[in-house]
């Protein structure tokens, strides 16, 4: 069967990984052992392995609703499985979210069947780069990883070691390896979320508290900085975008790249690239000297705004046309239709996020979704402009 044909039926299951309760217990033993001795740098990598407990979970041509952690939407699909093996994936039967199936999750069988799975702990029997290795038991990979790290605890101190976790978000460890880190008194931990989430997390409790997400559901225009879902790529954010755009909501992109979303944009403004920071703030330009936000949301909701003038008052559309290359009227055109839409929503890209100028340029679309928030009483907050 074509995996074509397959997206129609699909679904994913969620991996499990291998359990780490031993592992942290022995681990944290370690963390007890610190030093102030010289400091080196120590990295330690663990294989991490999905424990095939799916002849334990799932019985012989068995079926049910799961949650694909392959990306993290977390899409809601079905499973089947077949004498103790996942054998499909297919769409959930509810019609609101039967689209919400891309290849990734179909191809979860293969994935979770695979010859060449790790399913136990390895240990290198060779030389480096060799490539030979040999099966091991759980209680004897504990053991020796927590001696040796113990060990280097104790002659170097607990920042000789550094970790780098590869999960595309913190779901997969539950938080535990902060929190080992945590406890081992080592500051020397970063994963994805570095580059995607994390710092559009902090950046939006900072300006108004908590981390919004895009109602697309019930926005009249949409703008996509970098953002390009597909069918196959954030499937449920496309699919609540072309909902949006049948219902009538425009859609703003700003691209270099003439990308899926942009070909079918409402206006399209191809700046160029990391001028994300430079384009808002001639956005909030227009905002504020078009009067286009509520004056009154200004003057109860928010501290710092005339220090906000002051700044994007040295952002008029015809420095910021020369900085992104687009037009200054095509610039002020969307500017428009976005600050007079009923409601509107920038979502959340990882685009900007791993940008140079992130941090401003997050803080800026932060900025200019408040802009629009004059239109939204219940979600009416303290807004920090400065």
């Known amino acids: 069967m074509s995996l074509e044909k397959r997206a129609g039926q699909g ?15 022995k681990l944290q033993r370690a ?56 054998a499909s994936v297919r769409a959930h039967d509810h019609p609101a979210l039967a689209k919400n199936i891309c290849f990734k999750g179909v191809a979860a069988p293969d994935l979770h069947n695979h010859k060449d799975r790790i399913r136990k702990p390895l240990k290198r029997v060779g030389e480096r780069g060799e490539d030979q290795w040999v099966e091991i038991s759980y209680e004897q990979a504990m053991d020796e990883i927590a001696e040796k790290l113990a060990g280097v605890v104790t002659k170097y101190g607990p920042e000789s070691l550094a970790v780098s976790t590869s999960g595309w978000n ?42 919004v997400g895009a109602d697309i559901g019930n926005t009249e ?3 996509l900085f970098g953002h390009n879902p597909r069918k196959h790529s954030w499937t449920p954010i496309f699919n609540a975008i072309n909902a949006a755009q049948a219902r009538g909501a425009k859609l703003i992109v700003l691209d270099p790249r003439v990308s899926d979303q942009a070909e079918k944009a409402d206006l399209h ?16 330009n227009v905002i504020i000297n078009e009067e286009l936000c ?16 002051a700044r ?15 037009d200054a009227e095509l610039i002020a055109e969307a500017v428009r239709a976005y600050a007079t839409a009923e409601s509107a929503v920038i979502p959340w890209t990882p685009i900007t996020d791993r940008q140079i100028s992130s941090t401003s340029a997050i803080r800026l679309h932060s900025l200019q979704n408040s802009a629009n928030m004059k239109k939204l009483d ?9």
């Open 378 to 386: 219940s979600q009416r907050h303290w807004l920090r402009w400065n």
């Open 31 to 86: 963390g007890r052992h610190r030093a102030t001795k010289k400091r080196v740098l120590f990295v330690l990598t663990i294989r991490t392995c999905w424990v095939d407990n799916m002849s334990e979970a799932i019985q012989t041509e068995k079926s049910g609703y799961s949650v694909c952690t392959i990306r993290d939407i977390g899409c809601q699909l079905r499973s089947e499985a077949k004498d103790g093996k996942l």
């Open 312 to 326: 994007v008052n040295e952002y008029p559309l015809e420095r910021v046309a020369e900085i992104t290359g687009v």
């Open 269 to 284: 403004l191809r700046l160029c690239s990391g001028t994300d920071a430079a384009m808002s703030l001639g956005w909030l």
């Open 11 to 25: 679904n994913l299951v969620r991996h499990q990984e291998c359990s780490n309760q031993g592992l942290s217990h």
């Open 170 to 211: 913190t779901q997969s460890t539950h938080g535990m390896d902060r929190r080992f880190m945590n406890a081992l008194g080592s500051p020397n931990y970063i994963s994805g979320v570095s580059l995607c989430a994390g710092n559009t997390a902090a950046v939006n409790k900072l300006t108004y508290g908590w981390f």
């Open 294 to 309: 509520d004056k009154t949301f200004v003057a109860e909701h928010t501290t710092g705004f005339e220090e906000l003038c």
């Open 221 to 223: 225009c949409i703008v």
